[in-house]
């Protein structure tokens, strides 16, 4: 018990002395570690660019304002290419990852054993990759451009779609169900009458929530050469072209806010 | 429904679906506009098919990459490559998770004063709005190639992630127990450490493991921009179409978030 008995009184305390040891040794392991880690960071770091880097940010603050704000004419077709890359890759993403989500979910799938490890592989392999990755893949594939840019969120948005999608089709209401299938209904009308009218309020939000992650990072897969806003940022940078920067950084935090405000203007107008 | 349910007109009809927008002028405005914007999207991107198609043949050996992924030519660069990107995991973990406790408590509207509430939620706004690789790209410029700003960009991500979702536990918390501590006339730091750090520390244990996830597969792309990490490694191996490498490199990335996943969900089941 952490009541000790001091002289007569009686102390309180949170831990018993064995609590406190492990937890005592707990973190020093941890900090122990956490020091590890920091001195092999800082062995690669040159700190003179450190202590110097006030000035530097100074510097580019300096070059960086005002933008340049006459560029943004052309900035229309690449934010629109950066709309399109998130719309039509999110899009793709719903498509493929129905099916998915169907294999995986563990009152849907056609085999437990062989078909949901399979999919949950897909759901797993593709979300623990990141869509700048992705894109690098695909450009070096398909060749640059917008469409390796839908490509790349439309797979990267596959297995969270797809995961929160089974999720939700494993806590449908059985009942209704069976009674669709007590009407003597089909597999597929099961499907259409019983399970899709309970998650499409839960696929809405989902692509909607999906839709406002991508919008995201499309503005940054321009960056290897994906297309949208990310390519003028990536040509602006290589230029050293500050005001340029800066205005870019506007643009996307704007196209950013406004994305975020849609999507939650949306899923409360649903749910 | 409010109209009457009348039998007699619908008997002999055969049932319907209801449609999923009820008003019709509504549900076809947004169909045509949804085809339009389809299609006004698709004219404007330029797919070269041809281009496509030549590139499936390198897509099929990339696939193939993946059933024989070389780990052993470039072992050295994928070894110094990875333990660079958990390094910087779990110093930027440790450090953002450290810094965004205090702005957490400052952003629950139950426990911080107005003023204090207002900077906080500002700091969360800004660090959520930004993304990783453009605030990489910054601190790149400022503090030079490394992991050191590769660091700062995922401790600075960590803030805005973490604060905002804890300080959310906090400000619902139960409100009876912080009382009950302030009663016994405690401090304000032990009223915290007694009074609301014990509800709270599930979800902070839930929320930690997850970021530190999080922040692994961010600190993969960090790279790119020159950030340090793993991402340096998988980028050259693509650009010299090097696709066995690259593939082993994926897989390990993929091992490891799955091994981080599945620890997450044992330790967060155990402490909820």
């Known amino acids: 018990m952490p009541v000790t008995d001091h002289n007569g009184t009686k102390l309180w305390q949170r831990r018993t002395a064995r609590e406190s040891l492990s937890h005592w040794v707990m973190w020093l392991i941890g900090v122990a570690i956490f020091a590890y880690c920091w001195q092999r960071i800082s062995e690669t770091t040159t700190w003179f660019f450190v202590w110097d880097a006030p000035r530097i940010a100074g510097d580019l603050w300096a070059r960086a304002t005002p933008p340049k704000w006459d560029y943004i004419a052309q900035l229309g077709k690449p934010i629109w290419d950066t709309l399109n890359i998130a719309t039509l890759g999110t899009l793709i993403a719903l498509v493929l990852a129905i099916p998915v989500a169907f294999l995986a979910a563990r009152n849907t799938t056609p085999s437990k054993l062989f078909i949901r490890p399979i999919a949950l592989l897909i759901i797993v392999s593709t979300r623990s990759i990141n869509s700048l990755i992705w894109a690098l893949l695909l450009i070096a594939i398909i060749g640059p451009g917008v469409f390796a840019g839908v490509i790349a969120i439309a797979i990267r948005s596959v297995g969270f779609c797809a995961k929160l999608l089974y999720e939700a089709i494993e806590e449908i209401d059985d009942t209704q169900v069976e009674a669709i299938t007590a009407t003597g209904a089909s597999r597929w009308q099961v499907m259409a009458y019983g399970i899709v009218p309970q998650i499409l309020p839960a696929f809405a939000g989902i692509a909607v929530f999906r839709w406002d992650i991508n919008i995201r990072e499309s503005t940054v897969l321009g960056l290897v050469g994906a297309g949208g806003i990310g390519l003028q940022l990536s040509a602006s940078l290589n230029v050293l072209a500050w005001p340029q920067v800066s205005l870019i950084l506007l643009v996307i935090l704007v196209a950013v806010v406004v994305s975020e405000w849609v999507s939650a203007k949306v899923r409360g107008a649903i749910i | ?272």
């Open chain 2, 1 to 272: 429904m409010s109209d009457t349910f009348d039998v007699q007109a619908r008997l002999g009809k055969p049932w319907k679906k209801p449609p999923f927008v009820r008003r019709a002028w509504l549900r076809w405005t947004l169909i045509v506009g949804f085809v339009a914007y389809l299609v006004a999207a698709y004219l404007t991107i330029d797919i070269n098919w041809t281009r496509v198609y030549e590139g499936l043949e390198r897509g099929k050996q990339f696939v193939l990459a993946f059933t024989s992924p070389d780990f052993t030519t470039r072992s050295g660069d994928i070894y110094a490559g990875m333990v660079e990107s958990i390094v910087m995991t779990v110093t930027s973990s440790v450090v953002g998770i450290a810094i965004s406790i205090p702005i957490a408590l400052g952003a629950a509207r139950n426990i911080a004063p107005l003023p204090i509430y207002l900077i906080c939620r500002a700091i969360i706004a800004v660090s959520r709005a930004l993304q990783e690789i453009i605030v990489a790209i910054l601190l790149v410029a400022i503090f030079g190639f490394g992991p050191l700003a590769g660091f700062l960009t995922l401790s600075f991500a960590t803030i805005g992630f973490l604060a905002k979702l804890l300080a959310e536990d906090i400000e619902s918390m139960d409100k009876v127990q912080a009382e009950a501590i302030r009663a016994s006339g405690a401090k304000w730091l032990q009223w915290v450490n007694y009074g609301i750090q014990p509800q709270v520390m599930p979800r902070l244990i839930g929320l930690s493991i997850y970021r530190f996830d999080i922040n692994f597969r961010e600190s993969a792309i960090l790279g790119l921009v020159g950030a340090g990490g793993i991402g340096a490694t998988l980028n050259t191996a693509f650009d010299r179409y090097e696709y066995d490498t690259a593939a082993a490199i994926l897989l390990i990335i993929i091992v490891i978030v799955m091994a981080l996943e599945y620890l997450s969900g044992i330790i967060r089941a155990r402490v909820q």
